[in-house]
């Protein structure tokens, strides 16, 4: 059965550092997602990518934040000075067809990043 | 800004019992719902959704309960597994395609 995979599975970064998270939806979905999960808390939506461009996005992802998809395959979240408080589970998400959350979303595995 | 809440951090329930997990919501645009289903180290898992339209939508052992005057909802899995002890989250959304997703309450099936 075709799978989200998130790469790494565990990031340690310095505070003010930058790191991208990476993704691979599903090859035939159209629809891709950023979630986050902070310890103990819910998940939290971070944006939704469609066509190329940022389709919908919450409080939480501001100007440190930035997805893109680089090539046909991976879709990466870069979080550019990052911050103690981004110390979180990321999930990433795909679905496939144009109705956004509609259809059902698949989650990745989750990256843990870890902020020091 | 709890738009989707679950209540009950955890519940214990006997093997072959029913299991009733309940969400409650503020958002009256919320129009549909889902539960996802989350093993430790893995992420959330589709289980079932139900559109507003809807009061119930039945998958196998699992029935989601839609009660759009209360803004509640709830998953019954009958009869419960072992197999399903996890973390379940409850989640909604209105016309966009983001999800609120509640905290999350601990299912655990006692043999």
């Known amino acids: 059965e075709p799978e989200v995979t998130q790469t790494p599975s565990h990031q340690v970064t310095q505070m003010g550092q930058e790191v991208i998270l990476r993704c691979v939806p599903i090859?035939?979905?159209?629809?891709f997602y950023w979630y986050r999960q902070i310890l103990g808390q819910k998940v939290e939506f971070l944006v939704s990518f469609y066509n190329n461009e940022i389709s919908e996005k919450s409080e939480i992802f501001d100007d440190q934040f930035s997805v893109e998809r680089p090539d046909g395959s991976n879709f990466t979240l870069k979080i550019r000075s990052t911050k103690l408080e981004d110390s979180a589970m990321y999930f990433c998400a795909s679905s496939e067809a144009g109705q956004g959350a509609r259809d059902e979303q698949y989650f990745g595995p989750g990256t843990r990043l870890t902020v020091t | 800004d709890q738009q989707v809440k679950q209540n009950s951090p955890s519940l214990s329930v006997q093997e072959g019992r029913i299991s009733i997990l309940n969400c409650d919501y503020t958002?009256?645009?919320?129009?549909?719902f889902l539960w996802y289903k989350k093993y430790p180290a893995e992420g959330p898992t589709f289980l079932i959704s139900i559109s507003s339209i809807k009061d119930k939508n039945e998958d196998g052992r699992f029935t989601v309960f839609l009660n759009k005057s209360a803004k509640h909802l709830s998953l019954h899995i009958v009869p419960s597994q072992p197999g399903d002890s996890a973390v379940y989250f409850c989640?909604?959304?209105?016309?966009?395609?983001?999800?609120?997703f509640g905290t999350g309450t601990s299912l655990t099936v006692i043999p």
């Open positions: 090859s035939n979905h159209l629809y």
């Open positions: 989640a909604a959304s209105d016309t966009g395609n983001q999800f609120y």
């Open positions: 958002n009256s645009m919320f129009d549909y």
